[in-house]
């Protein structure tokens, strides 16, 4: 199975094993992952699942359609590789990735 990699802003890392067409927040909900709170349970409509995406791996998750640019305007700490984690869903090319969280996230 491939894996996911949350680096929460203090350093700490959870490395999970992530079922293919699962969301990257649902991975980190169901682990446990602190800081990934999805309010609205993954359906692009708020900013609680906000992760940046580490540069090795931007290509491979897509960029951000409408919706989802949309919801990360609401992010304080939105940047050029932040991602709605609910909006990447894992696949084996994405086997390794690594994303971190915001500081306004823990």
């Not at 990257?24 to 446990?32: K, L």
């Not at 290509?59 to 990360?72: I, N, R, V």
């Amino acid at each position: 199975m491939p894996h996911v990699t949350y680096i929460e802003h203090n350093g700490t890392e959870h490395r999970i094993e992530l079922e293919e067409g699962l969301s990257v927040m649902r991975g980190a909900v169901d682990n446990g992952v602190p800081g990934i709170d999805a309010d609205c349970g993954g359906e692009c409509a708020c900013a609680t699942c906000h992760v940046y995406v580490e540069e090795p791996w931007l290509a491979k998750t897509g960029t951000p359609d409408e919706q989802e640019a949309s919801m990360l305007s609401f992010a304080a700490t939105a940047q050029p590789n932040s991602r709605l984690s609910c909006q990447i869903t894992m696949s084996a090319a994405l086997d390794g990735l690594v994303v971190r969280l915001p500081e306004a996230q823990h």
